[in-house]
């Protein structure tokens, strides 16, 4: 059997008429409904598949055209990332430099360095001279 819409009032009962005594034609009473607006189903055969076909056809090639706009999204990310990876490495080694180049300058003459190593290592108290008491003068040696 076949079922289609069918819109206003005097066709409907002529496409019914046409289809012949196998068609199946509701109409409901003037209640508001779509049906009594004038609209009747109709049974109709398979024959509207080319229709979803194309819409399948359209939707897939959406769908693809979406994951293709995903995927150069992402890959424009990390081409954004790692440019900004490779700049601030960049950054890091002229900082470093820097930093030998402020050492470097800072760091005492090698002459020096080497007179100070050669001379002999000369102890130093760590005790105040305040702190130390002589020894008693007007003390009797014990004897005994």
Do not use: Y
Not at 3 to 31: M, N
């Amino acid at each position: 059997m076949q079922r289609r819409k069918v819109f206003g009032d005097s066709d409907s009962e002529d496409e019914a008429e046409e289809l012949g005594s196998g068609a199946e034609v509701d109409e409901e009473a003037d209640d508001g409904t779509e049906a009594a607006k004038g609209e009747c189903l109709v049974i109709e055969s398979d024959s509207d598949d080319a229709p979803e076909d194309v819409d399948f056809v359209r939707s897939r090639e959406s769908a693809l055209q979406q994951v293709k706009n995903v995927m150069q999204q992402i890959g424009r990310t990390e081409q954004k990332k790692k440019e900004k990876r490779k700049h601030q490495e960049e950054k890091f080694k002229e900082q470093k430099k820097k930093k030998l180049e402020r050492l470097q300058q800072s760091r005492l003459p090698d002459d020096i360095l080497d007179e100070v190593a050669t001379r002999p290592k000369v102890t130093v108290s760590t005790v105040p001279e305040e702190t130390k008491q002589p020894p008693p003068e007007n003390e009797p040696i014990a004897s005994g």
